[in-house]
């Protein structure tokens, strides 16, 4: 059996359709985004065994089920903020971002998990980590995630260390640590204790998260999970419902919903305001779109083709920099701007509060001498669920979704 590729941006479709019966017409066809985090320590998930999970969802929702896996966890949080799929398994953090968008919690699978930063012995508060040399797994792993979260929480940015190194294995920041080419770093919390009792005096444990669901989670998107997430949650306590390498869904509970939104809180979002720069709501984009302004779309250009404002023109800010405040915005390219005019009023948007290409580009825009910038922080997601005309090949699915009966990252409601 081969084994699937871990390599960052591999991606790969397994196609499985079964006959639903001489004559019956084609069901719509369901699409299943896998995302392996490549930090993850978790098993490897096998080609010819993940062909079982999409056959048997193919039979358990009488719909051709193709499973597409990534290990790129930036595609990944990418998706969880759109509509292209209508089911999602993967980490906690990939999870909490779907929940707050479009998404619906169904299952989980693995046990609770809590990070630690994990820092050389002679660092015993947050404020000795200035500095100091931090070494993270991929970019968008998990635990980075976590470990921004807990740094941010402290009051501490990126920008302060020394060095940031990022790495492929969630054990290296630990190997890091005993060959001193790293002071901190971020672990298990469990894999922390283990290996400091190994190398007694050489580093402690200085923060701790939450507890956390581990393992994989299964979200659906909701106008999608409105009339299947009964076939989708017989196939869970099903002996069908498991993915070898990923383990055996059981249905979430609303502790599980808790926890989520715990997640979702470490997130790094963008600050409520720029000097210099309008923050506008989704009406008042619509108001400036008749108006004449320029509506600048600063994603990729997959995520515009799946849908876009109507009118909207595409200047996609190629992200190199941290996520932060104090970015250094030579490390990043946005010639796109010299594309747009300095006469009439332009508009910024991307993803919603996580995404940063809208407001470093406002920034951009700002320096360069634009005069009339607007900022859609809310971006995407806020104008999906104000129901604003969209372009592009995710229409139908948007029309769909049922509006919000809550505000957005307050609670989770677990599926029952």
Known sequence: MAILSKSTGATLALFVGLALGAGAAAAAEIHVLLGVDPADASGDVLL????????????????????????????????????????????????ASAILHAYQLLATSGQEQTYALVVRNDIDKVEKLAGKRLYLPQQDSLRSYMAKGLLTESGVKLGQFSKVTYGNTSGGGLVALSFDMADVTVADETQAKEWIAQHPGQARILKTTRPVPGGMNMVVRKDFCATECGRLADWVNSPDGAIPGVGRFRMATADAGRQFTYVASLG???????????????????????????????????EFENEHIRGAVLASYLEKSLKEVDFDAKKDDFSALKTIPKDKPVVFLCNGPECWKSYKASRGALAEGYTKIYWFRGGMPEWREKRLPVEGSAGAALAKLPAPTQSRGKTVAAAR
């Open 48 to 95: 010819s065994a993940s062909l079982a999970p999409a056959q048997s969802l193919t039979r358990s929702t009488g719909s051709r089920t193709t499973i597409a896996q990534t290990s790129s966890m930036h595609e990944v949080m990418r998706a969880s903020r759109t509509v292209e799929n209508e089911i999602i398994i993967a980490p906690a953090h990939v999870t």
């Open 268 to 302: 790094i979002a963008t600050p409520e305001a720029i000097n210099g720069v309008t923050r506008v709501s989704a009406e008042q984009v619509a108001e400036l779109g008749k108006q004449g302004a320029t509506i600048v779309d600063t994603r990729s250009q997959k």
